[in-house]
């Protein structure tokens, strides 16, 4: 596995986590039933960010190359996320009030609480296993 396909991958990640993180935000202003799980939302998506940069500092500034498995590993840990990023940016779309906050907050407490908890495990453990991959590769 070329380091630069991680890197790529790292870099190509990072434009959908701002946006996402954009986007929480806004929706936790605006919806005030949201706020607990969006806030577990932005904590995994700007860890995961953090992850995402690192992987991206260390394969630039590396000389040597990571074993093939575990960039293969961490390659396809990032494709994952960015399909739950792609899954978070629907949800907060979703439920982005526009002339009816009221009734939105109703769809929130019905259904979209549920969807962004199970999203929220899926990213903690995608950016874990990040982290985890980072940790190791760096022994």
């Known amino acids: 596995m070329d380091p630069f396909s991680l890197t790529a991958g790292s870099i190509g990640i990072l434009g959908p986590v701002l946006q996402v993180c954009f986007k929480v935000k806004t929706l936790i202003s605006d919806v005030r ?12 998506i700007e860890e995961l960010e953090r992850t995402i940069r690192l992987i991206r500092d260390d394969n630039n500034a590396s000389t040597r190359e990571l074993p093939r498995d575990i960039a293969k590993q961490m390659v396809n840990v990032v494709r994952n996320s960015q399909d739950i990023l792609v899954k978070l940016h629907a949800l907060v779309d979703n439920y982005t009030p526009g002339t009816g906050r009221h009734f939105v907050s109703v769809k929130w407490v019905s259904s979209g609480k549920k969807e962004a908890i199970a999203l929220n495990k899926q990213l903690e453990v995608h950016t874990r296993s990040l982290a985890m991959t980072v940790g190791i590769s760096t022994l």
Not at 34 to 43: F, I, K, Q, S
């Open 33 to 44: 039933e949201a706020p607990r799980e969006l806030e577990t939302t932005l904590h995994h």
